[in-house]
């Protein structure tokens, strides 16, 4: 797997301060994709022990809250293979760090059913992250003074109690901000 940056001190893409790992690969092709160049696989740098080492020593200070996983696509499926095992080092040393996923795919559409998103690796990779912004961008419902999420159609989803709810569960935190007036 490539990856097309990595944000150390991130506080866009999930609350607080975080890390932030853009992987590289989309097959969604979204009208408007503020990241079009990590539609290419092959895109950026490849996605190694250096890069992993990196991330698991800029999380352990206590003023980070987590890893938050965008793209091009986490869940393409060779994106999860990488990930997975990144995962397990990430949730094993840090257990109260959230772990925040962006993906066009829906949880209750390509994530849980048969598609091209579903591989070995989708239902593990699903129980180790805490929230997962779900849904394609929509360049006609974007949303400026949306927290979090690009466009309107794209839900926060509490990845844990979905799963124990077979049904998606929104994130209890808060997901839009206030306009801002000039």
């Known amino acids: 797997m490539n990856y097309a940056t990595i944000k150390w001190a991130d506080v866009a893409n999930g609350p607080g301060v975080r890390v932030s790992l853009f992987v590289s690969g989309c097959t969604h092709r979204c009208p408007g994709c ?3 160049e990590a539609w290419d696989f092959t895109y950026g740098q490849p996605f190694t022990q250096v890069e992993e080492d990196k991330i698991l020593a800029a999380l352990a200070p206590a003023h980070i809250k987590g ?13 999860q293979r990488a990930l ?9 040393r840090f257990p109260d760090k959230e772990v925040w996923c962006y993906s066009g795919y829906t949880l209750d559409g390509e994530l849980w059913r048969e598609s091209c998103a579903r591989c070995e690796c989708t239902d593990e990779m699903l129980s180790l992250i805490d929230v997962l912004v779900d849904g394609p961008f929509v360049e006609a419902e974007k949303d400026l003074n949306l927290r979090f999420r690009g466009s309107g159609n794209q839900r926060i989803l509490n990845v844990p109690a979905s799963i124990s709810a077979r049904a998606p569960v929104p994130w209890g935190g808060e997901t839009t901000i206030q306009p801002i007036t000039v």
Do not use: A, M
């Open 34 to 36: 503020f990241n079009r």
């Open 67 to 79: 890893l938050s996983l965008l793209g091009g696509e986490p869940f393409e499926p060779d994106n």
């Open 84 to 92: 997975l095992p990144f995962l397990r080092r990430v949730k094993g």
